[in-house]
């Protein structure tokens, strides 16, 4: 298993068009977790899975964005109709659920739309 | 809602030296996890130090150890004998107890470490 993998690295897309990212976490991990971070801040929580059901989504969550993970295993974030604020890295990690345990984070998505 | 609060947007180290990256936090809460992750260039963040806050105890991995001082509600990170690989962005990162494992990150603080 080689960690958090997040497909694909780099997005350019134009304004209005629907964009998609593909997370795997690692396999033995029933959470799972995307964050959005823009330039100079920290990431910001957008919602958590744990197993196939979604538990929590933030209000920065807009009805644009739906994130699924139908199996319990790989999960999509999908953002439709894409605006200029959309441009971020989208991260995702994973973890075990233990109250002790970090997350393994994957390497990102970086969303740029013109 | 909490908030977590780092002061120092950029720091800098000389190689071999120490360092302390501040930290704060605000909470009602008494039961909750604080963390330290660092972000390369690479972007993928990892995970650095973890401390619960029912334990007195500061903890410590290797060269990192961490300053918790819970009354005052402070999280800072002490980086010993600094190496080039340390230079990175540092999130301080609070997430309450409970079976909710969101995390709230502050604003990162970038440290460079010179030769």
Excluded at chain 1, 5 to 33: A, M, W
Excluded at chain 1, 68 to 96: H, N, V, W
Excluded at chain 2, 30 to 52: G, N
């Amino acid at each position: 298993d080689t960690g958090v993998s997040q497909d694909p690295r780099h997005k350019i897309t134009k304004r209005g068009q629907n964009v998609t990212f593909r997370c795997d976490p690692i396999s033995e991990h029933n959470r799972l977790y995307w964050y959005r971070q823009t330039l100079g801040q920290g990431p910001e929580f957008l919602t958590y899975f744990q197993n196939e059901a979604q538990l929590e989504k933030s209000r920065l969550l807009s009805d644009r964005f739906s994130a699924e993970r139908p199996k319990g295993s790989f999960s999509t974030l999908e953002i439709q109709r894409t605006e200029q604020g959309d441009s971020a890295m989208y991260l995702c990690a994973s973890s075990l659920g233990s109250y002790q345990e970090g997350y393994t984070f994957g390497s990102g998505t970086r969303l740029t739309v013109v | 809602a909490q908030t977590v609060t780092q002061s120092q947007p950029e720091m800098s180290v000389q190689e071999a030296e120490t360092v302390t990256l501040s930290c704060t936090y605000d909470t009602s809460e008494s039961d909750y996890y604080l963390f330290w992750y660092k972000q390369p260039p690479s972007r993928q963040m990892i995970l650095v130090i973890r401390q619960e806050a029912y334990k007195q105890q500061n903890a410590t991995e290797n060269r990192f150890s961490v300053n918790f001082q819970k009354a005052a509600k402070s999280f800072s990170l002490k980086i010993s004998d600094s190496q080039l690989g340390d230079a990175a962005m540092y999130f301080c990162a609070y997430r309450r107890g409970g079976s909710n494992y969101k995390l709230t990150f502050g604003k990162g603080t970038l440290l460079t470490v010179n030769p």
